[in-house]
């Protein structure tokens, strides 16, 4: 007697697709999506809108002799300048930090793990009365630097740039870091047997690896150096066309009720800002597809 095989029966597309779909403990794309829009909406547009309809009110005559002083240029220059610098600085020496703290072990790695992050929990008032108290010309560094290397830091732009640093070093670092914990050490040991010295290892293996988060700790930093007040008012001395930045500018206007004034600054900072950001993603994008190829 034979047996009789089950027939199979037919799956449509649709079936098969809902048998595909994976669970997701979230609520549906359209809920979430519209949660998402109303959030960002109600946190990030429309106090950025309104910032911009306010300034809308002043005619271009008044905007532009509000926002091309040369007291406000002067500001420009400072925060933008001072910004780029420690955003540099930071991606240099905060690069060398992530590496150590990845590759190399020593005693006290994770009180020095920890101290990484004391810039963000600091307040940043704390900070700068710190700094200005370490280097001032009667603090404990200030004294040595002024008066071995004839240098003086604190109420000068070097001041600023400092306090910049230190609130920036952060964002490079813990960008850096899990990227080089994820890095493939097999790939360093491939271009080693086949020759290459540890330079050449370095710039051709780790650096294209580490380049799209080096890039975006850079753009972290600056974007967070560039609205700073707290730690910097303090180490910056304020002096008009010499080291007041342009957050406390913005502030100045503020208690002296001109407040068009105040935010017609703060949409060039806007500008320029997004500006820097939509650069440092652009060039973001072309070293991932780069790395990519």
Same mark, same amino acid.
């Given at each position: 007697?034979?047996?009789?095989?089950?027939?199979?029966?037919?799956?449509?597309?649709?079936?098969?697709?809902?048998?595909?779909?994976?669970?997701?403990?979230?609520?549906?794309?359209?809920?979430?999506?519209?949660?998402?829009?109303?959030?960002?909406?109600?946190?990030?547009?429309?106090?950025?809108?309104?910032? &911009?309809?306010?300034t809308f009110t002043m005619t /271009?005559?008044? &905007? /532009?002799? @509000?926002?091309?002083?040369?007291?406000?240029? *002067?500001?420009? +220059?400072?925060? &933008?300048?001072?910004?780029?610098?420690? *955003?540099?600085?930071?991606?240099?020496?905060?690069?060398?930090?992530? /590496?150590?703290?990845?590759?190399?072990?020593?005693?006290?790695? +994770?009180?020095?793990?920890?101290?990484?992050?004391?810039? %963000? #929990?600091?307040?940043?008032?704390?900070?700068?009365?710190?700094?200005? *108290?370490?280097?001032?010309?009667?603090? /404990?560094?200030?004294?040595?630097?002024?008066?071995?290397?004839?240098?003086?830091? @604190?109420?000068?732009?070097?001041?600023?740039?400092?306090?910049?640093?230190?609130?920036?070093?952060?964002?490079?670092?813990?960008?850096?870091?899990?990227?080089?914990?994820?890095?493939? +050490?097999?790939?360093?040991? @491939?271009?080693?047997?086949?020759? !290459?010295? =540890?330079?050449?290892? %370095?710039?051709?293996?780790?650096?294209?690896?580490?380049?799209?988060?080096?890039?975006?700790?850079?753009?972290?930093? %600056?974007?967070? #150096?560039?609205?700073?007040?707290?730690?910097?008012?303090?180490? @910056?001395?304020?002096?008009?066309?010499?080291?007041?930045?342009?957050?406390?500018?913005?502030?100045t206007k503020l208690e002296q009720?001109?407040?068009?004034?105040?935010? !017609?600054?703060?949409?060039?900072?806007?500008?320029?800002? &997004?500006?820097?950001?939509?650069?440092?993603?652009?060039?973001?994008?072309w070293a991932r597809g780069k =790395?990519?190829?």
């Open positions: 007697m034979s047996a009789v095989l089950p027939v199979a029966k037919p799956v449509s597309v649709e079936a098969a697709k809902k048998k595909r779909a994976p669970y997701r403990v979230m609520p549906g794309f359209k809920l979430s999506l519209g949660f998402t829009v109303f959030y960002l909406t109600l946190i990030v547009l429309i106090p950025l809108s309104s910032v &911009f309809l306010k /271009w005559e008044a &905007f /532009w002799g @509000a926002v091309t002083s040369d007291r406000v240029m *002067a500001s420009y +220059r400072l925060t &933008f300048g001072a910004s780029l610098i420690a *955003a540099s600085l930071n991606v240099v020496f905060g690069g060398i930090v992530a /590496w150590v703290l990845v590759r190399y072990r020593f005693p006290g790695k +994770r009180l020095v793990d920890a101290l990484v992050d004391l810039p %963000f #929990a600091l307040p940043t008032a704390v900070a700068g009365i710190t700094l200005t *108290a370490l280097y001032s010309s009667n603090g /404990w560094l200030g004294t040595f630097i002024e008066g071995t290397l004839g240098i003086k830091v @604190a109420f000068t732009p070097l001041g600023v740039v400092l306090a910049l640093t230190f609130i920036g070093l952060p964002f490079v670092v813990r960008t850096v870091q899990p990227v080089l914990e994820d890095a493939e +050490r097999e790939l360093e040991e @491939a271009a080693a047997s086949l020759g !290459a010295s =540890s330079l050449q290892t %370095f710039v051709k293996v780790v650096f294209p690896t580490i380049l799209p988060s080096l890039m975006t700790g850079f753009a972290l930093a %600056f974007a967070r #150096a560039t609205g700073e007040y707290g730690s910097v008012i303090f180490i @910056a001395g304020n002096m008009p066309m010499v080291s007041e930045i342009t957050p406390l500018f913005i502030i009720y001109d407040y068009t004034g105040a935010t !017609a600054i703060a949409v060039v900072m806007l500008i320029v800002s &997004f500006i820097m950001l939509l650069t440092i993603n652009l060039l973001q994008a =790395s990519g190829k």
